[in-house]
């Protein structure tokens, strides 16, 4: 993984290593802002880590839409999964599933706005920035049941909430 911070705070997640001829400065100079969102990733993936606490930059980010569903999924709890029609309902707009999907698929900051949290409304694992095989890695890290690494794979006991 490669994290990218600004004077604000975690700007950027990516999966995968920064090219070699990026790397200008060892860890002990690093700004105390990348330190800390090193330190509280290597921590959430020891299970010693469920909740972030860090300053997130988000002004590359495009929209109010977009920032509404990522507070939203700020919210999602450690071990737990949510749907993008559920996202889109808690955010005030139950017809905007699929803009809810988008908004998830841009997430600058994977892992600590916890966009693989997310399934299908059918309990399937749609897609994820990192790949599947890193989402279902990241779920059973926190203790969900997964069936397999496809699209089609469904999250276990495949319990979905119902309005009532």
């Not at 999966?15 to 330190?35: N, Q, S, V, Y």
């Not at 300053?55 to 919210?75: A, H, T, W």
């Amino acid at each position: 993984m490669t994290v990218w911070t600004s004077p604000l705070g975690v700007r950027r997640i990516e999966f995968g290593p920064l090219p070699k001829e990026r790397h200008t400065d060892p860890p002990a100079k690093w700004p105390p802002r990348l330190r800390q969102a090193v330190a509280q990733l290597s921590e959430y993936f020891a299970k010693k880590r469920r909740r972030f606490d860090l300053e997130l930059d988000l002004s590359g980010v495009g929209s109010d839409f977009q920032r509404d569903v990522y507070e939203q999924l700020g919210r999602v709890e450690y071990g737990r999964v949510t749907t993008y029609g559920r996202l889109a309902k808690e955010i005030g707009k139950p017809d905007q599933a699929r803009a809810v999907g988008q908004a998830v698929g841009a997430n600058p900051i994977p892992i600590v706005i916890p966009c693989h949290r997310v399934i299908g409304s059918d309990g399937s694992l749609t897609g994820f920035s990192g790949g599947l095989a890193t989402k279902v890695e990241l779920l059973k890290l926190e203790g969900v049941e997964v069936s397999g690494r496809s699209p089609t794979s469904k999250v276990r006991p495949e319990v979905i909430p119902l309005d009532l």
